[in-house]
């Protein structure tokens, strides 16, 4: 394999799913602009790459271990390694000792997080699933717990995950928000609830009670499915969004009733953006993406919590818009320093090797 100054390792890159996607491609980008000449090596889950990296070896991880040591360790070894996902803490501990790591967390279930909030057979099918994965679930938590000590640089999305992974490992770790867009202004308020997703985890339990103690309110979700299961019809489904202004166009609320510690919860930064408020459980990083308890329920398994806290959120709501647009803009502001550190920690690393015994 040609030598690399960079190996990124991480899972669905060429598919730029969901907001730890496009950091680490943002990250990259920054990094092969700051320094210059860098040739990277990306090992990914085994699909096509983007147009612009398509020149670039690939190792399937899931399926070619061997081959993934031989990236890792064959040859002038790398300058430096940038790793997330499930598929990291193989990666990194395969690595040759001088090879210097960055290691992304960007999600608690790598840890202890599985909950089943599935109902009927769908609960009794997880089950099933989760005690079949038992033993991959066992080793994977050994080997992260590895990787963590054998990074040089932890990287965490929020202030949650930060304490998290010191509570795991007894390290601190540097913490970049993702960086989500901030439009000049905000939208014009709209009669409308929004929500992204419509899965158990993601609460479709609460935003399903909600609109039917809240008939004359007009609920609309974004979901992958064509179709939404035993909705009142006040809940209108909607195509997923890739653009973020049309996701949020007509809304005056948005909900983000996450049953799961979320890690971060882009959404909710995103939605204040464009001046839309967001009513957010009180688990996992979502608490810090908003500005004060009036937009946090945390009781956030009970639909009789939520049903109390949407009312005076809703009334809010308008007078909000601007209040939250500026929280927004505070928020990207310290996460582009914060992008800043992490280029020059980065940086540094390829210039002068590992910190860290």
Known sequence: MTAA??????????????????????????????????????????????????????????????????????????????????????????????????????????????????????????????????PFVAF?????RKAMKRADLLVANSS?????????????????????????????????????????DKGGRIVRALARHYPKVRFRVHSRAAALDDVPPNVVAAPWERDTAQLYQGLRLMLVPSQVAEAYGRVALEAQGYGVPVLVSGVGGLPENVPGSLWRVNEYRSPAAW???????WRAAPDARDSVHGFAQHRRTEADRQHRELIRRLAGLIEHGRARS
Request: charged letters at 25%.
């Open 140 to 144: 994977f938590r050994r080997e992260n």
């Open 5 to 134: 100054d960079v190996l990124l390792v991480t899972r669905q890159f060429a598919m730029r799913w969901g907001g730890a996607e496009h950091s680490i491609a943002e990250v990259l980008d920054e990094l092969t602009a700051a320094r210059a000449g860098i040739k990277v090596t990306v090992t990914d889950g085994g699909f096509d790459p983007p147009d612009r990296l398509r020149q670039l070896p690939l190792v399937n991880l899931a399926r070619d271990r061997a081959r993934l040591r031989a990236a890792i360790s064959g040859g002038p070894a790398p300058k430096l390694m940038l790793a997330q996902s499930l598929v990291a803490p193989v990666a990194i501990n395969a690595a040759a000792e001088p090879v210097p790591v960055a290691y992304f967390l960007r999600d608690v279930a790598y840890w202890d997080q599985w909950p089943n909030n599935e109902t009927g057979l769908r609960h009794w099918a997880k089950e099933a699933y989760r005690l079949a994965l038992a």
């Open 160 to 200: 949650f995950m930060a304490e998290r992974i010191r509570e795991v490992c007894a390290r601190d770790a540097l913490v970049v928000f993702p960086r989500t867009p901030v439009a000049p202004r905000p939208l014009e308020p709209g009669d409308t609830v929004g929500m992204a997703g419509d899965g158990a």
């Open 307 to 313: 049903i109390s806290a949407f009312e005076p959120a």
